[in-house]
């Protein structure tokens, strides 16, 4: 069976240093693509790119991941900037946005994370809170990701994927206040946090506030790999055995049949 191609966006970054270089850089944390492995998928790292070719890029694979990252504008929900609000990434923004457009289309399963979910919610025509304190590392610390129990909500997807309260990684300072046309959400913090949104029905459409990819529970990029699978074989149709060594070849009928003599 073959794994499903799972693209993730990246950061584009104007200035990165490796080995003797500083240069510009797509880049992603290398837990993105562990976990899909992990999980069963193949994969593809998608830098920011003209949303325009969103379309292209998303019907070449089986699944997307929309990663974490910076701050979405908040003219794009249309609200003012907060002063707390992180330095804006247009580029990153048209083409995140794009490739949540191209996915939701084409019924393409998608997955946002932290960022991810934000934007997702932010296309559906929804809003985000700008800042809110206790969600980003223990005692504030920056660069560190906190841990705080995430409650799911009964009936929906990620309740079906993960029926436990458990404990996840996370850190970010903006999160869903009113959420966006069609989607419902599927887990809360403790404090009401909205931590997790979906599309009910049979599209696979589900955003995390937290990183998946920074701890070790692969249950949400299971169902995102096994929902590209299931994508993947009813497009190929089902598999046909080949024949054992030595059997005859099977008789063809219609425009592939041999002429009689």
Known sequence: ????????????????RWGVWDLPAALLPAGYARMVREAGGLAALLPPDSPDA????????????????????????????????????????????????????????????????????????????????????????TGVFGSHPVTPVPGTRYASLVPDVCAVPAYHHQAVDRIGTGLVASAHAADGTVEAVELPGSRWVLGVQWHPEAGDDLRVLRGLAAAATRAVDTARGPVVAAPKAGAPAPELSGPFAEPSA
Not at 60 to 72: E, K, N, Q
């Open 1 to 16: 069976m073959n794994r499903p191609l799972i693209g993730i966006s990246t950061y584009l970054e104007a200035s990165v």
């Open 54 to 141: 969103a379309a292209e890029a998303v019907a070449r694979l089986d699944a997307v991941v929309v990663a974490g990252g910076p701050d979405v504008e908040p003219a794009r929900y249309g609200a003012g900037r907060d002063p707390r609000t992180g330095p804006p990434a247009p580029e990153r923004d048209a083409w995140e946005a794009a490739l949540i457009g191209a996915a939701l289309d084409a019924g393409t399963p998608l997955l946002g994370i932290c960022r991810g979910m934000q934007l997702l919610n932010v296309v559906c025509g929804g809003t985000l809170t700008q800042h809110l304190d206790g969600h980003a590392g223990p005692d504030g610390a």
